[in-house]
């Protein structure tokens, strides 16, 4: 990766965490150059963005949590809502059309916080291997850049909620990928 690329990246994160708006030019300029392949990709990854939306949402309201893992779920919550939107607009522009979201349903892991945040964090990292199997196959840099921002938010929550569990935030030096039908395989009990 450039310096340049590097730079891009990091402008961005820093625009996806100021908001949809602000990633605006970038979803522009991504309009010319992306593919049907793009957006189906897009649509994909904005379902897994609100499965995990959803199950913050409603883990916040369903468990009795902790002050501090409350405060993190809160985070978490907002993070996921706004990567809803952001797709969900960017997959629009592109023609695409954003579907509501389908009926989720997470079974006993609203029972205790401990339950819940071993299930945040297999969809945490669920996300973050869906991204980088997906990274390879997007045709725009621009809708990369956008997925790479997310993702590296995505690691981050992944490390919060280890921390909270009281494991190591980053145990390895790399995260893995999974393809399409592997991701499917894992979020198939949530989808009734």
Request: cysteine-free; proline content about 3%; aromatic content about 10%.
């Given at each position: 990766m450039t310096r340049a690329e590097l730079l891009a990246r990091g402008t961005l994160a820093v625009g996806l965490a100021a908001g949809a708006a602000a990633a605006g030019p970038w979803v522009s300029t991504a309009l010319a150059q992306s593919s049907r392949g793009d957006a189906d990709i897009l649509a994909y990854a904005l379902l897994l963005e609100q499965l995990e939306a959803r199950y913050y949402r409603d883990g916040l309201r369903e468990v009795?949590?902790?002050?501090?893992?409350?405060?993190?779920v809160e985070e978490l919550a907002a993070n996921e809502s706004e990567h809803v939107a952001t797709l969900g607009d960017t997959l629009t522009v592109l023609g695409g059309r954003a579907a509501p979201p389908p009926r989720f349903d997470f079974g006993a892991a609203?029972?205790?916080?401990?339950?819940?945040?071993?299930?945040?964090?297999?969809?945490?990292?669920?996300?973050?291997?869906?991204?980088n199997g997906a990274a390879p196959l997007l045709s725009s840099r621009e809708i990369l850049r956008t997925a790479g921002g997310i993702v590296q938010v995505e690691g981050r929550h992944a490390a919060a909620i280890r921390a909270l569990r009281g494991r190591v935030a980053a145990p390895r030096a790399f995260d893995g990928a999974l393809d399409r039908p592997a991701v499917e395989r894992r979020i198939a009990p949530f989808l009734p």
């Open positions: 009795d949590l902790s002050p501090a893992a409350r405060a993190v609203y029972g205790s916080e401990r339950a819940f945040l071993r299930l945040a964090e297999t969809l945490e990292e669920t996300g973050v291997a869906a991204y």
